[in-house]
């Protein structure tokens, strides 16, 4: 028995974790709940990672890449395909709410109506990028700061040419120690998504997913959609590479952020996937990952379109065709202020509600679904930024093909 778990690939592990835990919480009840420390010790866990990780992973990245125009050129990249892909997320999100009319015949009143979260400002949230003290920073774990520190110190650290070079040896062998640590504490993986998934079926249960199933529906059919056509499709139609072996090289990452629910506490088990199954040059995957796990959402946006509709139609309001518009492009930029880690997407709706003047009550209601609705999106999340790593290493010649085609070795 222990050697055929030993013997068993991650991911099955993983999903079978996830099996017995629905099966736990669900025939367990409350009792289940006894288990919620073993997820908790997998999230500190991967939690303990991700500041030194994306710190020294995004310095390795620059460092690694001397050629400042190549890096420029990536960088834009980069930021161009996640901008694009996550407008055409709430679109779809938008487009399924009108379709499915989840608010239709669903009355909200002031009873369960409770106050909403106050949601950060935009400008706001661009200034806060650039941090008056680093240490703070990483002591305090802000990523967007400690990404742009990390870009700053790595192109600096180019820029000082020979004098440079023991710093950015010094971070390329911390990093290699990183991944090793990274190693360890994703090998607790599927222990840690059977605590999360025994709480969640505990406390959730069946009847959650009967009421507001609709807006479950639509945000779950949405990212089916999203990651099968604009994300399989753009590797098939950019790339020429078979979408299905993409999948399935990083069911791992998926399972982790399905039980999570936060793209930056997956971002090891992501770059892991993306390095070792897909092929994707470490170089790339250090820059494009931590980057994308904190900017890129296209799942919290197409779930924002789903919910806007929503609340639209429980509370009775039409939108016009500008507001749609006014909710793509708030949504889309909102999703870079998101942070990566659970619940984020939540408080970052009610921004996209503001922006088109909807009330903020409708927040209470999805909040009761919200860690269902978020476990869905995370995935989305995370998809799409192992999407867009692919993407960019094919397009700069980064991306081993044998790694990416060999399915025998996909299973790690
Ligand atoms: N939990 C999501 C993530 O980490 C963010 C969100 O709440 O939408 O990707």
Redesign the pocket.
Known sequence: MILVWKKMPLWQKIFIGLCLGLVAGLTLGQTALMFKPIGTLFINLIKMLIVPLIFVTLITGITSMEDMQKMKRIGLKTFAIYLLTTAIAITIGLGLGILIEPGAGVSLDAATAVSAKEAPDLVNTFLNIVSKNPVASLAEGHILQIIFFAIMLGISINLAGENGKPVAKFFQSFSEVMFKMTDIVISFAPFGVFGLMAWVSASYGLDVLYSLGEVILGVYVGSVIHMALTMGGSLAFFTKLNPLTFFKGIISAQTVAFTT????GTLPVTTQNVVNNLGVSKPIASFVLPLGATIN?D??AL?QGVCVVFIAQAFNVDLSFANYMTIILTSTLASIG?????????IMLSLVLSSVGLPMEGIAIIAGIDRIL?MA??TV??TGDAMVAVLVAKSEGELDETVYNNTQEKVK
Do not use: E, W
């Not at 998101?338 to 939540?346: C, E, H, K, M, N």
């Open positions: 629910t936060s793209s930056s959402m799942g919290t779930y998101t942070a990566g880690v659970p619940g984020a997407g939540l978020d999106r995370t999340n995370v």
